[in-house]
Structures are given as structure tokens and as C-alpha cells.
């Protein structure tokens, strides 16, 4: 079973930063694929970021220019650092890892989410 673990949400100002951590209990190599969802209260959960297993990345338009995933191979951790914050960013982030089996099948694993509010 795979577990991962979200910190680094809280409250911050509009225009302001936060990183977020997600540190998987299996190595991160191991996953096609990880990544940030997002969930604002009454939406549905959104892609925020993403990083393939050979480092391609993908971001949602609304936070291009902004938000940068990036991992540590290492630390089995992954990072979403979030700049230029605004209202809209507001919503609960969930930590995604996709797994996909030799015969194409693929396995979602979910954090247990992160609350980031962005207020004044």
C-alpha cells in the first residue's frame, strides 16, 4: 500500500507563496507519474501539476508562470512551489502518484490533502 503525505498548506496573503510537500512511502520512480490536484469547495477536482516519470512536466493554464513542481528522487518527495497566490488558488491540494502495471492498467494513489487559502 502506498501512503503519501502532504505538508506545507496554510494561509497566506494574496500575492504571496507557499511550497507545498509530498512525500511518497514507496519510491517515486516507481510511479508513471505525480503530481498536485486541486479541489475548491463546489468544483471538481482539477489538475494542478504534474511530473512524468522521465521529468515532463504539465500544468493546468491558470497556474503557468506561477506554480513550479519539481521532485527529489532521493527523498521520494515531491514539491509544488506556488507564487503569485491569489483567491481563485484557494481549495484543498491533493497529492496524486499513478502507477501503471506492465499490462496497461493504471492505479491512482491519493494524498490525503492539503488546505491552502489564500486571504487578505
Known amino acids: 500500500q502506498v501512503q503519501l503525505v502532504e505538508s506545507g498548506g496554510g494561509s497566506v496573503q494574496p500575492g504571496g507563496s507557499l511550497r507545498l510537500s509530498c512525500e511518497s512511502s514507496k519510491g517515486i520512480l516507481s510511479f508513471a507519474a505525480m503530481g498536485w490536484y486541486r479541489q475548491a469547495p463546489g468544483k471538481e477536482r482539477e489538475l494542478v501539476a504534474q511530473v512524468s516519470s522521465d521529468g515532463i512536466t504539465d500544468y493546468a493554464d491558470s497556474v503557468k508562470g506561477r506554480f513550479s513542481i519539481s521532485r527529489v528522487n532521493a527523498k521520494s518527495t515531491v514539491y509544488l512551489q506556488m507564487s503569485s497566490l491569489s483567491r481563485e488558488d484557494t481549495a484543498v491540494y491533493f497529492c496524486?502518484?499513478?502507477?501503471?502495471?506492465?499490462?496497461?492498467?493504471?492505479?491512482?494513489?491519493w494524498g490525503q490533502g492539503t488546505q491552502v487559502t489564500v486571504s487578505s
Open positions: 496524486n502518484a499513478k502507477f501503471k502495471t506492465d499490462w496497461g492498467q493504471t492505479f491512482d494513489y
